[in-house]
């Protein structure tokens, strides 16, 4: 049992903190024992805390404690001795090698669910259990948040592993066992079609064309959120018209629009972006970078001359992201960058800092912007989302070109201004409307932390809907930048 002593970091305890508000603090060690205990600067190292196994992982023990903001200093006591974790910040003290943390958020006095005539409470936001804290490292006995510099040996080699691996494997590897992949008539009125994209909980579909008996092009929220922004701007596209006005008259007037727009009169149709079950992974992420899509169908014929097409899958950044984190998942030292904070790479698109110019701004909207104006800046940004700030630039919300098709239902967008509605409005409206699409394991907006390391954003961005994290400042919630699949996937591969 440690005695009583003074620090080299001065210490907080519970006993310290009245008057102060508590975080709940979650502690872990994931490296087995039959009597796990912690003790730390929170007791005075007078006192040691069991730790209970987590249920399904007996290896693995955890302690949650309520503590007050501020530096703690904390050690293990496992089987009758004394351990630190290696891998988390370490400090040299009175008591030999202990780790150290810092909790610097205070919680909010007010719950996370938003009320009607608050909307900046509103939250549906994911971020990791540790990700409002900042990882500290320990330099001639002063606290410092550590950068550490990457070899450009090491990005190489990682570069060039990803690269092999992609290279040797194919868009058959993505195909699941079992599954659904939709295909739309092109011949199918425009509003029907975007009731089956709310309805499946789906943000773009195949669109086949029965007469040619082939696939020509695809129908996406995007062309949603052009129809409707033509519809709030005087066009001479009507709400009648959308209720009969099939896709493929719809993709003419995308067109006419389009020559308008650019003033020169020479717009030709985009042919359909596709690839084959074995097409190499590389080639399939190349392809979604360089035409701008988020997805690719997997379509395949057996004639050579491409009649009787089948569609096997939709292909996106994300299932190829799958595929790199589980084939190195049990062997990450092949990839020396995965153990690096995001914050030295060259990834994503952040705010500059005072003095800096940033080529590429990023664009961001307050809750009470029109629904109007987000739409035009999706468009004019060429951005899938944009964060939604409070006047402080804290993270509230995110809106999405997927979040569009929530108006589909019940007609919603027939009832509504798009320069009078709100965002926030827009988003109770989806809200209610218990869209399926947008939401993973419950959450919206998925975040993570400049400090946090390559691999934890790549395993994120690998789930299913989610393609992009929002970088945050640790407590505040501000937004720091924003890293998207095609972002990550560019610097992996040197794009």
Known sequence: ???????????????????VNLIPARFVWPYGGTSVFISGSFTRWTE???????????????????????????????????????????????????????????????????????????????VDEEALESVVTVIDDTLQEA?????????????????????????YELLPESGKVIALDVNLPVKQAFHILYEQGITMAPLWDFCNAQFVGVITASDFVLILRELGHGSNLTEEELETHTIAAWKEGKMHIKRQTDGNGR????RLIQAGPYDSLKDLSVKIMQNDVATVPIIHSASQDGSFPQLLHIASLSGILKCICRHFRHSSSLLPILQQPICSFPLGTWLPKIG????????????????????????QAQVSSIPIVDDNDSLLDIYSRSDITALAKDKAYARIQLDE?????????????????????????????RSDPLHKVMERLANPGVRRLVIVEAGSKRVEGIISLSDLFRFLLGF
């Open 147 to 171: 950068v550490p510099n990457v070899s450009s040996v090491d990005l190489e080699v990682s570069r060039r592993r990803i690269s092999v691996f992609l290279s040797t494997h194919t868009a």
């Open 48 to 126: 040691s805390i069991p730790m209970s196994p987590v249920e399904g992982c007996p290896v693995v023990f955890q302690a949650i404690l309520n503590l007050p903001p501020g530096y703690h200093q904390y050690k293990f006591f496992v089987d009758g001795e004394w351990r630190h974790d290696e891998r988390l910040p370490i400090v040299s003290g009175n008591y030999g090698i202990v780790n150290i943390r810092r909790l610097i958020r205070e919680p909010d006095p007010f719950p996370l669910t938003l009320a009607p005539e608050t909307p900046r409470s509103r939250s549906h936001m994911d």
């Open 267 to 270: 717009v030709f149709p985009r």
């Open 1 to 19: 049992m440690y005695s009583l002593g003074a620090d080299s970091v001065s210490e907080s305890s519970v006993g310290a903190a009245t008057g």
């Open 356 to 379: 800096e110019s940033n080529g590429r701004p990023l664009a961001m909207l307050r809750p009470n912007a029109s629904l109007y104006s987000a739409l035009s800046l999706l468009i």
């Open 421 to 449: 509605m709100s965002i926030y409005q827009a988003l109770q409206l989806g809200q209610d409307a218990s869209s399926p699409h947008g939401f993973v394991n419950g959450q919206r907006c998925h975040m993570c932390l």
